[in-house]
Every structure is written in structure tokens, then in C-alpha cells.
């Protein structure tokens, strides 16, 4: 252990927070994954809004996708162009926003002009102020993961055998595939539906009903965006900075060649710790709300 | 390539590594989009997407150990802790969300009892869903599924890169078989499944058969596959 490798595994962490929480708000702004079908439901179901509909892929293609451009084009400055690294990291994730932005357009484009039966109309207003801030989240989260992947690569020791645009689709994938677990739930979950009864998950008849009215006017992707920033985006960064950082301090604190063993009954630990912690959570939620008052089974709470 | 018992070990190695990501997928506890709105136990996303994120972590802690040890058990053993680290983060922090935003306690709605803490579930359902959170036996079944993903996932690895010395082709060959057999699986259980405590878990034997199909007809091409560049 090296208090180098060490600082680099810290920093690695902290860029993979500010990734995961950059990608579940990216997501958010954009409806994107999972409360996708609420915002698709709800025009269909009489409730047009003004909420904006991008579902380009599931996320962590869509991020795998954003991730691996951003790298590919840092790499081949770098390996090709002999570019500094920040300048050649910051131009590809540049050029992934600029994919995203044209991607997330025709896919608020295309979604709302086929709900034009359902009175959905395509507000322009929306696009022209919505759509830069998807690109620049966008672009924080390939930067932050393009960095990681070239602190694997070129810096830490040992250096990780994959190039970069391949640990950049992977972590792309993972990154993506945490916002959809664990933001979306924010989003989804609660601020889509506020005003139902707190403490319970969306009854199946309330399906489609979204909240279209803000805090001032009509609610937007940008209001929900500042929601999401509260709790969900950071939740989002601690699960993806968690899964980053303990899978590299595991083996940069233990030598992977002579301290193999050590290294893999530490992960083990960090397992079983999640386990207890989430008996925890289960435990004292149940405890705190207690069972619903409607159920009339016969089993006891 | 030469064809000697090597390759035949190879093979096998790969097939059993595709049988276990196609098993360990029944393992996780998948709610889909209707999770994300807490209208069903588990987490909120898509099965593949999610052994995808999980095995993927496994695979490169796994490819990081191979580039220092050739020790078969290291390298499948960080697979698996990998894995397992992704998918337990993932879970917790989604717990905090069901936990602390939407205010929910966690209950499964396929079972009247959990099986390892002995909790009552239906009182905790919520009404008009069909269970919400990650209860203790979703936790562990899932820490298992990972771990099975992990392990796969570096088995098929492991072979890969002994055949073509070539990291990079072996990372995304092995990132293909993966989506191949989680997708067949993911079939198997129709997109959701709560753990091994779930009815649909006893079609495991389905997505068991496919797996070995597709795996082994995948397993023959990667074994004749040759370097791109550099190499063994």
C-alpha cells in the first residue's frame, strides 16, 4: 500500500460520485428508464404535460454508449495525437454531449408527435432550455468516467490490462445500471406521484396520473431535476462511488499478487457489513410506519 | 490454433461459465419499471441490465487480477467479490430510497413469511401493489445471483485471454456471451422475479437448457477465434 495509490483510489472515488449523481439527474431531466412509461402513460390517459421524453435505450446502454465515445476519442488523442490527457478526456466527453443532444431532440421530437392523438404537443421553449442541461450532464458523467478509466489504465498501480474504452463501457454500463436502480426510485417512486397518500408505492390505478402542476405553474424536467438533486442523485453517486472505490481499495490497500487472499476476504466483509446494514434499514422501517391500516388478512404484523 | 485437452478445458470452462451467469440471473431480485414506482418487490430495473452492471465489475476486478496472478481461483474468487460489491451498493442505496423517500417498509408479496428473518409480509403490502423494497431474502438472494454472475463472467474470461492472449478481444467476447445468456434467462423469467424464494424460480431448468445451447455453440467459435492484434 502507497499513500499515491491510495489518494488515486479516494479520487477515483469521488469522480465516481459526481458520475453516479450526474447520470440519475441526466436521467431525470430526461424522463429517461423506468418512470419513462408514467410520462408516456400520462398523455394517453388525459394528462398532457410539459415534461420532457427522451428514452433513447434502457440507461446503461445509453451511458455505456456516451461513456465509450467520450473514451474512444480521448484514447486515440492521446495514444495517436500525444494530446495532454485533461484536454483530450474533456473533447471526447465534449463530443458524447453533442451525441446526446442530438440523440435526446429527436427523441422528444419523435415521442411527443406520435401522442398528437392524445392533444401531446411538442413545446419548443422546452427542447431550447431542457436539452442543454441533459447535454451537460451528460458530459460531467463521461468526463468523470473516462478520468477513471485513464487512472486505471495509465496511472494506478497495478495497471488495469483492458484499454480505455473498454473499462469506459463497462463502468458506463455499471453507472447506468445503478441510476436505473436506485435514482429512478426518486423519481418514479415519489416525485412523479406527490400527491398520493406518502408512505406506499403507486397504487396500479393511479398509473398514468403524474403531477403536472409545480411549485410555480406548470412543472417541468428542470423542477424535477432540483427534486432528484435533493436524494436520489446523491443515493445514485454513493452506490456507484461505493461500488468504485471499495472495488479498488480492496486490492490497492492488499498487494493482488502476494496478498490475494486478504484482498477478496475484505470484499467479503464489505458484504456482509451491506447485508446487515440493509436487515437494518428493513427492520427499523418497519418498525418506524408499521403495517398498512386498510389489510384485512389474518396473518399478524 | 492447435486443438489439444487445453481446448477442450477451455470449452468446458466457458459453457459452465455461461451456465452460471444464465442460473445466477433467477437469483436476482429484478421488479422492473413497476419496482422504480414501488408498485413491486425488487429492484427497479431491468434483469439484464442489472447482471449486466454487476457481472461487468466482476469482470474487470477479475481481468485486473489475470494481468498479475494465473491462479484460476484468485481471479474467479474477485470475479465474484466484484460482482457482489456492485450489486450490494446498489441495493443499499436503493433501500435508503424506498426506506427514507418514498417512506415505504419493505415486503414481498410471493411470500407470507420472509425465510430467513421470519417477518410477516402481506400486512407491510402496500394496497394496489404487489410488495415494495428489498426485503432481507431479495438482499441475499441477490448478493448470491451476483455472485454466480461474477463467477461466470471470469470463467469465460479466463479461457478467453489463455486462448488469445489479447485482454481486450477477451473482455468484449466474453461481455457478448454474457448479454447472450442473461437475455435467455431473463426470458425464462419473463423480466421479473423476486429471488429464489419466487414460484418462476423453479423454471430454472428452461433457461438451464438454452443456456448450454447457445453457450456451447458460442464456446466452439471462441475457442477458434485468433488474436486481432499481438497475442499469445
Avoid at chain 2, 459452465?16 to 425488487?42: D, E
Avoid at chain 2, 463472467?153 to 442473461?182: E, K, R, T, W
Amino acid at each position: 500500500m502507497d499513500a499515491f495509490g491510495m489518494g488515486l483510489c479516494a479520487a477515483m472515488g469521488a469522480l465516481a460520485t459526481v458520475a453516479g449523481a450526474s447520470e440519475d439527474i441526466d436521467s431525470d431531466i430526461g424522463s429517461q428508464s423506468n418512470p419513462n412509461s408514467q410520462v408516456q402513460l400520462a398523455a394517453q390517459v388525459g394528462n398532457p404535460h410539459r415534461i420532457y421524453n427522451k428514452a433513447i435505450a434502457g440507461e446503461p446502454p445509453s451511458n455505456a454508449l456516451w461513456c465509450t465515445t467520450a473514451a474512444i476519442m480521448a484514447y486515440m488523442l492521446i495514444e495517436t495525437f500525444h494530446m495532454p490527457a485533461l484536454f483530450a478526456i474533456a473533447s471526447g466527453a465534449a463530443l458524447a454531449a453533442l451525441f446526446d443532444g442530438v440523440m435526446s431532440t429527436s427523441a422528444y421530437f419523435g415521442r411527443s408527435a406520435s401522442q398528437a392523438r392524445f392533444n401531446q404537443w411538442i413545446y419548443l421553449d422546452i427542447v431550447r432550455y431542457t436539452t442543454p442541461s441533459i447535454m451537460a450532464h451528460v458530459w460531467i458523467t463521461s468526463f468523470c468516467i473516462t478520468t477513471i478509466a485513464y487512472i486505471q489504465v495509465y496511472v494506478l498501480t497495478p495497471h488495469h490490462p483492458f484499454p480505455i474504452p473498454v473499462i469506459a463501457l463497462i463502468w458506463g454500463l455499471t453507472v447506468g445500471a445503478i441510476g436505473s436502480s436506485v435514482g429512478d426510485i426518486h423519481y418514479g417512486g415519489e416525485r412523479e406521484f406527490q400527491w398520493r397518500l406518502f408512505g406506499q408505492g403507486l397504487n396500479t390505478m393511479l398509473s398514468g396520473q403524474i403531477v403536472r402542476k409545480a411549485e410555480a405553474g406548470l412543472r417541468n424536467s428542470i423542477d424535477n431535476a432540483w427534486f432528484c438533486a435533493k436524494f436520489g442523485g446523491p443515493c445514485t453517486g454513493m452506490g456507484f462511488g461505493l461500488t468504485v472505490f471499495l472495488d479498488n481499495w480492496r486490492t490497492t490497500v492488499f498487494d493482488p499478487v502476494t496478498q490475494a487472499g486478504a484482498a477478496i476476504a475484505m470484499g467479503c466483509i464489505f458484504i456482509l457489513i451491506m447485508n446487515l446494514y440493509n436487515f437494518y434499514c428493513e427492520t427499523s422501517a418497519r418498525r418506524k410506519y408499521g403495517p398498512y391500516p386498510g389489510y384485512k388478512g389474518d396473518i399478524a404484523a | 490454433m492447435n486443438f489439444d485437452i487445453n481446448t477442450i478445458i477451455y470449452f468446458l470452462e466457458i459453457v459452465v461459465g455461461g451456465l452460471l451467469v444464465g442460473i445466477g440471473v433467477h437469483f436476482v431480485p429484478v421488479g422492473g419499471a413497476p419496482a422504480a414506482m414501488a408498485q413491486a418487490t425488487g429492484i427497479g430495473t431491468g434483469t439484464v441490465q442489472l447482471a449486466a452492471g454487476s457481472g461487468l465489475t466482476g469482470l474487470l476486478s477479475a481481468g485486473l487480477m489475470m494481468s498479475v496472478t494465473d491462479n484460476i481461483w484468485a481471479i474467479v474468487a474477485t470475479g465474484a467479490v466484484g460482482a457482489m460489491i456492485m450489486m450490494d451498493a446498489t441495493m443499499l442505496t436503493g433501500s435508503w430510497i424506498y426506506a427514507y423517500a418514498v417512506g415505504a417498509p419493505f415486503a414481498s408479496a410471493k411470500v407470507n413469511y420472509d425465510p430467513i428473518t421470519m417477518y410477516s409480509q402481506p400486512p407491510y403490502v402496500a394496497p394496489g401493489t404487489v410488495g415494495q423494497g428489498i426485503p432481507t431474502v431479495c438482499f441475499v438472494s441477490g448478493t448470491i445471483g451476483a455472485a454466480m454472475g461474477g463467477v461466470g463472467g471470469a470463467l469465460i474470461y479466463y479461457p478467453l485471454v489463455l486462448i488469445n492472449g489479447n485482454p481486450a478481444q477477451s473482455a468484449i467476447f466474453a461481455i457478448g456471451i454474457f448479454f447472450v445468456d442473461a437475455v435467455l434467462a431473463s426470458w425464462n423469467i419473463q423480466g421479473t422475479i423476486e429471488g429464489f424464494h419466487d414460484p418462476k424460480f423453479k423454471k430454472w431448468p428452461a433457461a438451464f437448457k438454452a443456456c448450454l445451447v447457445a453457450t456451447a455453440i458460442l464456446g466452439i467459435v471462441a475457442v477458434l477465434i485468433t488474436p486481432i492484434v499481438g497475442g499469445a
